[in-house]
T-cell receptor, first 115, second 114 residues
């Protein structure tokens, strides 16, 4: 257990509403990531962070924003949820405090349904 | 951009038998890392095995081993003595040596029959 939690674990929302998912780590890893998992696509990177207030876009960033005001927290926001954003969302951490660790550790996932 | 392809959407194996999951990737880089992750029904992502591209020796972790063919850009996972607990979705993933992001394949569902 890499000390990574996600909240909420399940959420059902309606099209057009804002949604924020939270990732919290207790391991002081430098890098944090948000992925979405969809059938036939594996996991795809949405956004990642390489330090406090340092973030960058991933492969499927449209419609998502992120923020990292503290080392331990990485927030993913859907400003106006759409049905195409129905997915399972995973947070991951890596690098350790130095940023050199190779392995990514994953949170338990959040199942989001947009009606 | 790098891509990872898993051409087998589903595989089945009899308990105690051996199964091989395929993965190919496309990259112009010479230094990188390859991973196999397991995702059981609990949804938790678990690292199974890792291979550094600069190492010629294939990685092994207990019943799990890889066949890394750098020139062919192939990275297959062999599971020996399959157990019911091996039933899961398996993902192959690529990471540049100079980066931190993972690129995943679409996954292979492995079913283990008793």
């Amino acid at each position: 257990d890499a000390g990574i939690t996600q909240s909420p674990r399940h959420k059902v929302t309606e099209t057009g509403t804002p949604v924020t998912l939270r990732c919290h780590q207790t391991e002081n890893h430098r890098y944090m990531y948000w992925y979405r998992q969809d059938p036939g696509h594996g996991l795809r990177l949405i956004h990642y962070s390489y330090g406090v207030k340092d973030t960058d876009k991933g492969e499927v960033s449209d419609g998502y924003s992120v923020s990292r005001s503290k080392t331990e927290d990485f927030l993913l926001t859907l400003e106006s949820a759409t049905s195409s954003q129905t997915s399972v969302y995973f947070c991951a951490i890596s690098g350790g405090p130095s940023g050199r660790g190779l392995e990514q550790f994953f949170g338990p996932g959040t199942r989001l349904t947009v009606l | 951009a790098q891509t990872v392809t898993q051409s087998q959407p589903e595989m089945s194996v009899q308990e105690a038998e051996t199964v091989t999951l395929s993965c190919t990737y496309d990259t112009s880089e010479s230094d990188y890392y390859l991973f196999w992750y397991k995702q059981p029904p609990s949804r938790q992502m678990i690292l199974v095995i890792r291979q550094e591209a600069y190492k010629q020796q294939n990685a092994t972790e207990n019943r799990f081993s890889v066949n890394f063919q750098k020139a062919a850009k192939s990275f297959s996972l062999k599971i020996s003595d399959s157990q019911l607990g091996d039933a899961a979705m398996y993902f192959c993933a690529y990471r540049s040596a100079g980066g931190n992001k993972l690129v995943f394949g679409a996954g292979t569902i492995l079913r283990v029959k008793s």
